[in-house]
């Protein structure tokens, strides 16, 4: 137990969870569930304005010349869902620097983008998508108004991810599906030295995250929201709504690529998982 006082798990209710990794400014527990939570820290909120994106060495490359290929992983994640679900508008909530939107845009389907930062409002404005300001916890918009939600990096940042789980469920058809990207728990690095890891120190994502998951715990969560986890936690290989070529190109490579997906899930490679839920 902590110094911290009481606490809960916020998935399964219980009150034992063991410490994983302390640093003066925050400390991170494990719960029996396999739910891995950040208790109270001190560090004053993340801003996400334009300095988040660009500032760092590592995002600035990420966001500024790796679009091409950004953009094409998120077409992929979008017909991911829809082999779930109908097409409809799509909501990225969290839009950053639109690559969900233009991937979108490319497959044909409405995109509006949502974001707490003024900066990705403004550029996804600029290129020429619906943005508003708004929290995955208050999302400016009617129920039901969209058929697909995507949430790539995000849920694993607040605090109160049923309150934004019950928020999308609103603003989503019935039928609809929501995509999930976020850090696995679950990763070799994070298991071996949770200490020296990224996820968990102050300097690094342990200051922005509040919660990691596996695609067990996520899933629990998300059935306990009313959401039905449909697939998980790897990427589709055959893709419904595709042209004849590239499912041709793709049911010629599924066996390779399930078994490169076995494998780096045996091994513990992967850093992040996949989720598509349906409403
Ligand atoms: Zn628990």
Redesign the pocket.
């Known amino acids: 137990m902590s110094e911290e006082g009481a606490h809960s ?6 009150t034992d ?1 063991t410490v994983l990794c302390e640093f003066p400014e925050l400390t991170w527990v494990s ?5 891995i939570y950040k208790l109270s820290d001190a560090l004053p909120a993340v801003e996400y304005e334009e300095d988040y994106f660009v500032s760092r060495k590592n995002v600035r490359r990420q966001y500024n010349t790796r679009n091409q290929r950004r953009i094409r992983k998120s077409r992929s994640q979008i017909l991911d869902v829809l082999n779930h679900v109908e097409p409809g508008p799509l909501l990225d909530i969290g839009c950053a620097h639109g690559h969900t939107l233009l991937a979108a845009r490319e497959l044909g389907l409405s995109a509006t983008g949502v974001d707490i930062s003024d900066h990705a409002v403004s550029f996804c404005g600029e290129l020429g998508f619906e943005t508003k300001i708004g929290t995955m916890e208050r999302l400016p918009f009617p129920d039901g108004s969209f058929q697909i939600a995507v949430m790539k990096h995000v849920l694993e940042h607040t605090r109160t991810p049923r309150e934004a789980l019950r928020e999308i469920r609103r603003v989503l058809r019935p039928g609809g599906g929501l995509f999930i990207a976020i850090p696995h728990a679950g990763y070799w690095k994070a298991r071996i030295d949770p200490m020296g890891y990224r996820f968990f120190r102050p300097e690094f994502h342990g200051r922005e995250h509040y919660f990691y998951y596996t695609p067990r715990t996520l899933a629990r969560l998300l059935k306990q929201e009313s959401y039905d986890p449909v697939h998980l936690p790897h990427p589709h290989v055959i893709h419904r709504r595709v042209g004849a070529a590239e499912r041709a190109a793709e049911i010629a490579i599924a066996p390779f690529r399930v078994a490169a997906q076995q494998t780096r899930s045996a091994l513990s490679l992967y850093k992040e998982f996949w989720v598509v839920a349906t409403r």
């Open positions: 798990c916020l998935l399964c209710g219980a969870a719960c029996r569930c396999g739910l």
